[in-house]
């Protein structure tokens, strides 16, 4: 699968993770870091909650509940905190989310998931806690997330929140661009800025 995908209005059920300060090590153990290229890091993605010792799926795990799917994980306050490892972000993504929602998300983490296209949406306590509240009470229940307007739904209760994003963030993930394609894409605007004013 690659990350690389244009956003939009993404329509999606959601995978509830309930806990705070849920930290980088966590998302992804310091054990897995060896390798070099994201693939096959979402193999691994919360793996000491998601495995029994034995290497088993834990079937108290969320991720195992068959009952929650979605491209939209819902996470507690203060996600992502910890070491600033982007293998993180890497294992979100390689294992198919393209949305974090949670009420604070650690900057660098943040960052992180927006270079690798997933979309960390900020939104209240309140929100946060209902949205919760809908996702236990139907495993179904699926939220709205609209980039251009930067807002997300809960369709179950219609409660919608609006969220910020950086606007050059916001562009690139419109239109499926990392850093080096945005630059790519700009040249022909590089090259008649650097001819203009050419000393």
């Known amino acids: 699968m690659t990350m690389k995908q244009k ?3 993404i329509i999606s059920s959601c995978v509830p993770l309930p806990l705070e300060n849920v930290d980088t090590d966590q998302i992804i153990p310091a054990r897995f870091l060896k390798a070099t290229d994201k693939n096959g890091f979402g193999d691994n993605l919360f793996h000491d909650w998601r495995y029994s010792a034995d290497g088993t799926p834990n079937p108290n795990f969320v991720l195992n509940q068959p009952q929650y ?7 507690g306050k203060n996600f992502g905190s910890g070491s600033s490892r982007e293998h993180a972000a890497w294992a979100i993504a390689g294992y198919g989310f393209r949305v974090v929602i949670s009420s604070f998300f650690a900057d660098i983490h943040k960052n992180n998931e927006l270079n690798n ?15 919760f509240s809908a996702i236990n009470a139907n495993p179904a ?4 997330i609209d980039l251009p307007q930067q807002t997300v739904t809960n369709l179950d209760t219609g ?9 050059y963030k916001k562009h690139c993930l419109m239109n499926g661009l990392d850093d080096i394609d945005f630059l790519v894409q700009s040249k022909a605007l590089i090259t008649k800025w650097e001819q203009q004013y050419k000393r």
Do not use: M, T, W
Request: net charge negative; aromatic share 10%.
């Open 141 to 144: 229940c699926q939220v709205k």
């Open 117 to 131: 296209f997933v979309l960390p949406v900020v939104v209240s306590e309140g929100f946060l806690k209902n949205l």
């Open 7 to 9: 956003f939009d209005i």
């Open 69 to 75: 799917s979605g491209c939209v994980l819902v996470a």
């Open 159 to 167: 409660e919608c929140e609006s969220f910020e994003i950086n606007g």
